[in-house]
């Protein structure tokens, strides 16, 4: 293979800050890295107080359980996102309720918002999907219209912004992953924000097994082991000190690719990530989408990029409400257009440009060349 879908990059401070905390002896859960990195994380996305915890997924649970959601609760989800996100409602005991999402941004609107809304909605889970802003501002102004929180899922776009405020501004809560391929990573973690310091409170304690901070095997809550380890904050720390390199290195990467697969947009055969006016997008994952064909053609394509070229590629997720575990009757079809025809491309800090244009020239030729073609 000569290009793989994604790869960590390792540039900074990472390696340093590893020996420093091994040669400390703080390996487990508690240890100074961890608290630098919830200093450092919360100051580059301008965010109060960070919670650094074991996954994303993880910091999902947390949060949702902190905002009081009990079984018999709906939260509305988009049913074009990773599974972790209805999981982590499932194990609240809620209902995750799905919603459509938009075929040019891919992203929740309030428009399919309110097509999902029931007397039992509390939530509302706003996935910023590839590193692109949903529509926050609209979406925080209906869930205060309608009493309900908004937590947003940052876990693709980690220091994008919309009108200048970092996506995670927005919610009553926000979660963020530090997974091998996002943006800023620490291998598994991840990190909560939430707007109330009681539910930072709550949170805190939850993640150390519901432990009262002032008394010793006093366990308040039902509690989980969430915690972050201090040599994967280290690793964070390291990573976020070249946050906006990433970035930056993101933005060049997907700028390139548009610039390069235009002509096939203008001939109708694809569509390209957008970055809406007052958007500013980390493109976690550069992607395109097919205009037609179904999954069958998306995968012979995506199958001759890696046989003849040597590219990875992946497809996009799987609509939620197509899952067996979470299937029920009811149909989106923008979301499963998506399903069907997303093809992710490489897409990592230090891919060269050169790189780029091969990669381009290589998915030209499996798109117009596949006999498939409409
Ligand atoms: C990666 C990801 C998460 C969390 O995943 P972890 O692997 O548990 O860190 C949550 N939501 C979305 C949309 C993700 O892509």
Not at 9 to 15: K, S, T, V
Not at 150 to 171: I, V, W
Not at 231 to 240: N, P, S
Not at 304 to 314: D, H, M, N, V
Request: charged letters at 20%; glycine letters at 10%; a neutral charge.
């Amino acid at each position: 293979m000569r290009f793989q879908t994604s790869r960590p990059a390792l540039a900074g401070n990472e390696m340093r800050y590893v020996q420093e905390a091994v040669a400390g002896g703080w390996i487990s859960g508690h240890g100074s890295f961890v608290t630098r990195f919830e200093n450092e994380v919360s100051r580059f996305l301008n965010l109060e107080d960070g919670i650094a915890v074991s996954s994303g997924t993880a910091a999902l649970q947390l949060a949702i359980r902190a905002l009081g959601t009990k079984p018999g609760d709906e939260v509305i989800v988009p049913s074009f996102t990773f599974v972790a996100c209805p999981n982590a409602v499932y194990y609240s005991g809620a209902r995750p309720v799905f919603a459509d999402c938009d075929p040019v941004t891919r992203n929740l609107t309030v428009e399919s918002i309110r097509a999902s809304l029931t007397p039992r909605t509390r939530g509302v889970m706003l996935v910023h999907l590839f590193g692109l802003p949903g529509p926050s501002d609209v979406v925080r102004q209906f869930c205060t219209e309608h009493q309900l929180w908004l937590l947003e899922d940052c876990a693709h776009s980690f220091g994008a912004r919309l009108n200048g405020m970092c996506t995670g501004s927005f919610g009553d809560a926000a979660c963020f992953s530090f997974f091998a391929n996002k943006v800023v990573s620490t291998g598994e973690g991840g990190m909560v924000f939430l707007k109330e310091p009681e539910k930072r409170e709550l949170v805190r304690c939850l993640r150390e097994q519901g432990m009262d901070p002032c008394r010793r095997h006093w366990h308040l809550h039902h509690g989980y082991n969430a915690r972050m380890h201090n040599l994967a904050a280290a690793v964070g720390c390291g990573q976020v000190e070249m946050a906006a390199y990433h970035i930056e290195e993101r933005r060049r990467i997907a700028h390139r690719y548009c610039r390069n697969l235009k002509r096939l947009e203008e001939a109708g055969d694809i569509l390209l990530p957008v970055e809406p006016p007052g958007c500013f997008s980390v493109y976690w994952l550069f992607s395109l989408v097919l205009r037609a064909g179904g999954s069958m053609r998306r995968e012979h394509i995506r199958r001759r990029a890696l046989e003849e070229f040597g590219i990875e590629t992946r497809p996009f997720y799987t609509p939620m409400h197509r899952l067996p575990i979470y299937q029920d009757g009811t149909s989106f079809p923008n979301s499963e257009f998506l399903g069907d025809h997303g093809i992710v491309l490489p897409t990592y800090s230090k891919l060269k440009d050169e790189e780029v244009d091969e990669i381009s020239q290589a998915m030209t030729v499996c798109i117009c060349g596949d006999g498939l073609r409409p």
